[in-house]
């Protein structure tokens, strides 16, 4: 038998193909565009995920005979996206993304309305799908009046397998309708944004069966036995099954365009006050905390884009060992801050330049801000009881290992370094298909994968980058008195 991850991004979609082990046979990718019609606004057409998803499916039928021997199906997708459907399943306008900013008044609205946070357990962010159909009610009324259902993007996959509305507890956790320590959507919540319980999905656990795949589908596919769809999960929660990051301990440290520190919880402790999220995990009776910053990687990037020349060049001249951190402060909020600011207009900064800054001083103050404000994640996390001794490492900003040394020091924890290609979303749904179909423990399913190497801080540097976050963080009253 064979299983099929498929991982729902921003930019493209991704196919994974693994044997009844877990071991991956094959992947295929296809990309497509974000539609930015107005400052702040996001949005993307569902039929774009279709084209990709046939496209990816055709390349691994006609290339993978174990294709023919699928049986089951998980989708991981990217989390708060509004797809809206009307009463004939057609849509209604294009997806609201999850980076989409023009429902800030709706949001602070809903944050501010009694339980909501209460029942949540989060605070209220743009990116969230409530205040989306917030702004569609108040702004495009004649859409809102059609709408019967409204589909995560994950979902949506789902329900173009399937023929059935199905989201699982993970990715629901992200809409604010939902009762995170429940699991269920909340009457409450579901009226304080004026929807009704008829308008969302039924509600399955990621590794539960969400239906079969569609016959018409399994024939066009060139399978002939049933297949399982599960659940699925939202990219963060099914990146922790790819790398087995599932009970109280694990978590880990992800280096992409945005900054994610994620902690698997084994109870329900929310503390929205920090601007941490919390949700369900993509399994039953676990949750998962998680801070993120939208500037990671994507600092070191527009770095190296006002200077010409590459972000890998930029790191490799700092050579091999860490050094204390420099004189020059960078703040990462180039797109607004989540956690622990949870302000959208937030904005960057250098400070402490002057006639002889280099542009080596210019990275090691960018690499310092990221790992500064990867930080304020980590000391939020450790404020709810989070116990995190060390952390798995994963995402672009891996490859560099000047990088990985300095967050190392600054978390005080030990990084490792996953071996192999394949540990994160695609797999994470792959194994929560698996899951769905044999019937297996999900922990003995998604387990971690082989350490390559382990990054330890560097303890003589350590006191310095202490002192240096502290600096950093005496910044948070001037960032305040500026907005």
Known sequence: MSYLGIDLG???LRTLLVDDTGQPIAS????YDVDNPHPGWSEQGPADWIVALDGAIGELRDSQPAFKELRGIGVAGHMHGATLLDDRNAVLRPCILWNDTRSHAEAATL???QKVRDLSGNIVFPGFTAPKLEWVRKNEPETYAKVAKVLLPAAYLNYYLTGDHVADMSDSAGTSWLDVGARDWSDLLLDAGHMRRDQMPKLVEGSEAAGQLRSDLAARWGLTEPVTVAG???????????????????????LGTSGVLLAARDGYRPAPETALHTFCHAVPGRWYQMGVMLSATDSLNWLARITGTKPAELTAALGDDLQAPGKVRFLPYLSGERTPHNDADIRGSFTGLSASTTRDDMTRAVLEG???????????????G???????????????????????TVLGVPLHLPAGSEFGAALGAARLGMAAVTGRDPDAIMTAPATSEIIAPVAEKAAAFDAAYAAFRATYPAIAAVQ
């Open 10 to 12: 921003t930019s493209g």
């Open 28 to 31: 295929t990718e296809r990309h």
């Open 111 to 113: 944050d501010a309305t």
């Open 232 to 254: 699925g999960a939202g990219d963060n929660a099914a990146a922790a099954c790819g790398i087995g990051a599932m009970a109280e301990g694990q978590g880990f440290v992800s």
């Open 370 to 384: 990221v790992a500064f404000g990867l930080r304020d994640s980590f000391e939020a996390l450790k404020g709810t």
């Open 386 to 408: 989070a116990q995190l001794d060390a952390l798995t490492a994963i995402g672009g900003g891996t490859g560099s290992r000047y990088w990985l040394q300095m967050i190392a």
